[in-house]
């Protein structure tokens, strides 16, 4: 699957958009220093275009899970529902942090149906989260 060239202009306007972290997890680059990627939110596969309104950060695990999800399934009610949209959707309507900020807590179906289509809480980033939040690093205090 090739996708389009993103300009390094646009690229780098995404990057200061999101600051520098996760459109759907929120994990930064300045606390792994893991590169991000661009996502299409909606994937080229699905008709998704080299737009900015189609364009967000996304770390390699949020990534790779989604794919070419546009869909899935919210845990709670069983119904097929569409995943969070990093442009369209404000993230802290559709979720939150655990008490202990290790995990990310679904508030709606699109919110539940993202966390597990994304794989969101797997165990290795809910210990490096839990690390991050006793050194004052997480969880982020601002929204995107």
């Given at each position: 699957?090739?996708?389009?060239?993103?300009?390094?202009?646009?690229?780098?306007?995404?990057?200061?958009?999101?600051?520098?972290?996760?459109?759907?997890?929120?994990?930064?680059?300045?606390?792994?220093?893991?590169?991000?990627?661009?996502?299409?939110?909606?994937?080229?596969?699905?008709?998704g275009?080299?737009?900015?309104?189609?364009?967000c950060?996304?770390?390699?695990?949020?990534?790779?899970?989604?794919?070419?999800?546009?869909?899935?399934?919210?845990?709670?009610?069983?119904?097929?529902?569409?995943?969070?949209?990093?442009?369209?959707?404000?993230?802290?309507?559709?979720?939150?942090w655990?008490?202990?900020?290790?995990?990310?807590?679904?508030?709606?179906?699109?919110?539940?149906?993202?966390?597990?289509?994304?794989?969101?809480?797997?165990?290795?980033?809910?210990?490096?989260?839990?690390?991050?939040?006793?050194?004052?690093?997480?969880?982020?205090?601002?929204?995107?």
């Amino acid at each position: 699957m090739s996708t389009s060239p993103i300009p390094l202009l646009l690229r780098q306007q995404i990057i200061a958009e999101f600051h520098g972290r996760c459109a759907y997890c929120h994990t930064p680059t300045a606390i792994t220093g893991a590169r991000l990627v661009i996502d299409h939110i909606i994937p080229e596969a699905k008709g998704g275009l080299t737009l900015l309104e189609n364009l967000c950060l996304a770390c390699h695990a949020c990534n790779e899970f989604k794919g070419a999800k546009v869909k899935f399934i919210d845990v709670d009610s069983g119904e097929l529902v569409p995943l969070f949209h990093p442009r369209q959707d404000i993230w802290r309507e559709h979720f939150s942090w655990s008490e202990d900020g290790g995990e990310i807590v679904g508030l709606t179906p699109i919110g539940r149906a993202t966390i597990a289509a994304f794989n969101m809480n797997h165990r290795e980033i809910i210990e490096a989260r839990r690390r991050w939040v006793v050194v004052g690093w997480h969880p982020p205090l601002e929204d995107l």
